[in-house]
């Protein structure tokens, strides 16, 4: 089937099947390498994109169910040459480790933001719990994410 | 092994009088595909047996929250994520915003639905606790009609229910008979997020003139099936809270669930931990 879709801004038509990934259609057909997959079953957040506005792990969509929406992924949330404060904070604060969790807690951080710029602690934990870091290096994420509000 | 996605059909009709044609034409070759939370996680373990699938996602018809008098009614589609954000929900259901959140994580909640934690069946799910305690009906659709029917009783064993072929399970509805209760909701997991459950209560009851009253218990992991606690709940009504009352509850409860040993627990386990979360949520009620 063909899909079309808004991706990071750019409208792109797809022949895919039905039932494929959105995790596959980004990083094989799209080449949009910066979504991972890590557990493939929706508990490490590693492929989490935005769809139409909302975080989802992006293993868990069939292309059928996006004909026509807006995905942002970690490649679309930097401004031209401008990092995106969480991005910077994760620069700054050394919450990127291996990297494989980064552009998945990288989004749900920027979701969080978006839904509430002040986020209290428990907030944080909150937002993030659906990510897994397997170099368990959640303080400096955590800090990170703390860091890019108080900007 | 991972599924050879060509094999598998999602097709994606416009409206609900055309998803409910299909599925009476060809009755058993289609099965609805919603939010996909469990049935990507078959398909990329290479376990998802069904091939073809009718994609309601985008049936408007089945989205939506609807407060009367009587009931709040919920589309079958309502996602985890709604469900927390509804303030009508919150004041008088929190056990099921409650349930909502301690469900995956945020993305899990954008894309699950509470119609599919109801016909997927399992007995570990977190939200049906809630709609049992809360006395919940569900309307069931097909080119034919609809039916209500109780919540209680549509799952007949373990990943049986009480749907046709042909039908789809379209609404959600909770009596709004819950003011002056307690609720108590309690999801006992490996982890706080993400993590699925080893036991469940959830429950409601009220105190009037010394003697409990209003009460309906409901339990998942300790079952084929998530159970409403009937005999528990005799039990204790029109008892005075006290602790031969507690001792006696939690003596039924356990003649009433059936635990077993799996990946995520033991029976020993899930049995002990039933009944201190029994004597919990009396004691929140006494308090």
Known sequence: MQITININGESRTIDTFPMSRLLDVLREQLHLTGTKEGCGEGECGACTVFL????????????????????????????????HAVQQAFIDHGGAQCGICTPGMVLAAVDLLNRNPEPSEADIRTGLAGNLCRCTGYMKIFESVVRAYQK | MRAFVPHYELTTPSSLAEALAL?????????????????????????????????????????????????????????????????????????????????????????GTLGGNIVNASPAADSPPALLAYDAEIELVSSDGSRWLPYQGFHTGYKQMLIGPNELLARIRMPRNTRGAT????????????????????????????????????????????????QTEAALRGRKLDTETIKSACATLSQEISPIDDIRSTADYRLQVAKNLLTDFLFTVRA
């Not at chain 2, 959830?202 to 309906?216: G, T, Y």
Request: proline letters at 4%; charged letters at 20%.
């Open chain 2, 23 to 111: 599925l009476k034409r060809e009755p058993g070759v289609w099965k609805p595909f919603a939010g996909g939370t469990d049935l990507m996680v078959l398909l990329e373990a290479g376990r998802l047996p069904h091939r073809n699938y009718v994609n309601i996602w985008s049936l408007k018809e089945l989205r939506g929250i609807e407060v009367t008098d009587t009931h709040i009614t919920l589309g079958a589609l309502t996602t985890y994520t709604d469900v927390q954000s509804h303030p009508g929900l919150q004041n008088e259901f929190p056990m099921l915003c409650q349930a909502a959140s301690e469900t995956g994580g945020l993305a899990i909640q954008n894309r």
């Open chain 1, 52 to 83: 139409d506005g909302q975080i989802v792990n992006s293993c868990l969509v069939p292309v059928a169910q996006v004909n026509g929406s807006e995905i942002a992924t970690i490649e679309g949330i930097a401004h031209n040459d401008q990092l």
């Open chain 2, 183 to 230: 609720h108590y909701y309690r999801k006992v997991g490996t982890r706080k997020a993400q993590a699925i459950s080893k036991v469940c209560l959830a429950a409601v009851a009220k105190v009037e003139q010394d003697q409990i009253s209003h009460v309906r218990i409901a339990l998942g992991s300790v079952a084929p099936i998530v159970v409403r606690c009937v």
